[in-house]
């Protein structure tokens, strides 16, 4: 059983706290008290350290990407469209698994908490992770150009997450191109420049095999339902340093 199932169950029992830990309470009904940590019902189990990573990145990321679909004061059916098929194409969602990412977002879209808490705590839960954190800015950018377009209130708002993230702007920049400039792309997913020599791509390529690794991934508290996500990733890598090998007859 995942944790979803868990939770959903009704018998399960979570410590998050922070902003994730009330939109997780708000959605799932929970009263987890944490100024005074302790649950309501002491026969409750406890969600393991993974379960409860996998909890925090669900809950964080549709809660982020509610915040950036309102960040210019309303959420445009293009936006609510965006949202879904990221659900089905990028996730693969199931119907229960996407009713509970959509009251996620609708209760992060009421909630008084700001984009940068919810960042901030992803932020001090998945900070020796750095594979989780850049999917999170990933998953950020995917959404927000799935119209065709990101407008700059878009883009400094996740520009507020690769600071906290403490990710470079060299690394996003490189990250941002591979959806909005073509001429680079294939160069953008692996992380390098075209005017890179050859030995540093192929020693960017077996770092990012190693690091994006499904297997490796997953056992860093991905959840279930983002490891298409990181699977399509992990594909993209290779398909990526099939294009640039053939493009320098490597």
């Not at 379960?51 to 809660?63: G, H, I, P, R, T």
């Not at 909005?180 to 890179?196: F, N, P, Q, R, T």
């Amino acid at each position: 059983m995942t944790w979803m199932g868990k939770i959903v169950g009704g018998a399960i029992g979570f410590a998050l706290g922070g902003p994730i830990g009330a939109i997780a309470g708000a959605t799932f009904g929970h009263a987890f008290d944490a100024s005074e940590n302790k649950y309501p019902f002491e026969e409750e189990a406890m969600l393991s350290s993974s379960e409860e990573s996998q909890l925090a990145f669900f809950v964080a990321a549709f809660s982020m990407l509610a915040k950036l679909a309102k960040v210019d004061g309303r959420i445009s059916e293009d936006e609510i469209d965006s949202i879904r098929r990221f659900m089905v194409n990028d996730l693969n969602l199931d119907a229960k698994s996407r009713n509970v990412a959509i009251k996620i977002f609708n209760a992060a879209v009421q909630s008084q908490e700001s984009f940068q808490g919810f960042a901030l705590q992803f932020y001090n839960q998945f900070q020796g992770r750095p594979q989780i954190l850049e999917l999170m800015i990933d998953i950020l950018l995917r959404v927000s150009v799935a119209d065709g377009r990101m407008n700059r209130s878009e883009e400094n708002l996740i520009l507020e997450a690769v600071k906290i993230f403490r990710f470079s702007k060299d690394a996003f920049s490189k990250l941002k191109s591979k959806y909005v400039d073509d001429s680079e792309k294939y160069y953008a997913i692996l992380g390098c420049s075209k005017g890179d020599p050859n030995e540093l791509i192929k020693k960017q390529y077996r770092k990012l095999v190693f690091e994006y690794h499904p297997d490796k991934i997953a056992s860093k508290g991905l959840p279930e339902e983002f490891i298409k996500f990181a699977n399509d990733k992990f594909r993209e890598i290779q398909e990526a340093y099939d294009a640039v090998r053939k493009e320098r007859g490597l």
